[in-house]
């Protein structure tokens, strides 16, 4: 059976506070506005000593228009100078991560995602179709702030990028 918790409400029950559905939205310096986040897994568990969500089977993540699945989260939250917590932080992913948005797909081994700085990070094989583009390395940095996408390899394996329709290469294989 699948589990799904709003962070909010994993939070409101935790603590024993009530907290507003429109929660506070945490911008990094430069305006990146991340709003809430909502987890959902097969088996959910929240420790509210650490702060720290723990998601396992069919995990995922939906943050304003963007999904991140993985087989596993480990998601921590920002403490509030009061103590308090009202949104995540980091999310780090293992298992087969997927990241994707209405104009990208992306797939690595692992994964963390920084919301306050708007940087996702995927690593092992990765792949990052766009536009029908194709990008693959080892590590794959996508900065949500400026738009922008970089692959690096590891050792020997050297990233490339293929243009036109990404699913054309697939269909050949």
């Given at each position: 059976m699948r589990r799904r918790i709003s962070f909010f409400c994993a939070a409101a029950f935790a603590a024993g506070a009530f907290l507003s559905s429109a929660g506070t939205t945490v911008r990094a310096e430069d305006g990146y506005d991340f709003g809430p986040t909502e987890i959902t897994a097969d088996t959910l568990e929240w420790n509210e000593e650490a702060a720290v969500a723990t998601a396992v089977g069919n995990a995922l993540a939906?943050?304003?228009?963007?999904?991140?699945?993985?087989?596993q989260f480990v998601a921590h939250a920002v403490r509030n100078e009061d103590g308090s917590v009202e949104q995540f932080g980091l999310i780090e992913?293992?298992?087969?991560?997927?990241?994707?948005?209405?104009?990208?797909?992306?797939r690595g081994n692992a994964g963390r995602y920084d919301l306050v700085a708007g940087v996702i990070t995927l690593t092992g094989d990765v792949e990052l179709e766009r536009d029908g583009n194709l990008l693959r390395g080892a590590i794959l940095t996508i900065d949500l702030v400026n738009g922008t996408s970089q692959v690096t390899g590891q050792g020997e394996e050297r990233p490339s990028l293929q243009?036109?329709?990404?699913d054309d290469e697939d269909a050949a294989q």
């Open positions: 939906r943050q304003s228009g963007r999904t991140l699945r993985a087989g992913a293992t298992g087969g991560v997927i990241y994707e948005t209405a104009t990208e797909l992306a243009f036109g329709n990404a």
